[in-house]
């Protein structure tokens, strides 16, 4: 590792950068789908720390129904700024049918591919994109 001269202080500013970025754009609440696999057992949370979060899953932790029916997999999330809305909206899809969420997961993950792996590089979702599911289709 180098000492402090203008390839540490570069280094060391590259760093502060990158941590402020992921910081801001991991920061807000989620409204996350976790699945048992394909069309599987659907769980459906809201979280301030959604990666802490889905790790709790992934170690059966989280909840006692993720643990009995093996859910396991993020197949769907939305980013929201104000913790009352994104309740708002897991109470929204909660309500939805079943085909509904489906449909909704298959819109953004078709292939049901597990997101989790996707939590360190999460972007901001442009405001258009939430609109888009605000209602059942």
Known sequence: MQGFGQAGEDEFAILHVARRIKQKYMSGYYVYIMASKRNGTLYLGMSGKLAQRVGAHKKRTASAFTKRYGVKKLVYYERHDDEKKAKIREKQIKR??????????????????????????????????????????
Not at 107 to 116: A, I, M, Q, R
Not at 120 to 137: I, Y
């Open 96 to 137: 939805w049918k079943r085909k509904w969420k489906l449909r909704l997961i298959e819109e953004v993950n078709p292939k049901w591919k597990d997101l989790s792996k996707d939590l360190g590089t999460l972007t901001k979702p442009d405001s258009n994109a939430k609109s888009r599911f605000a209602e059942p289709f």
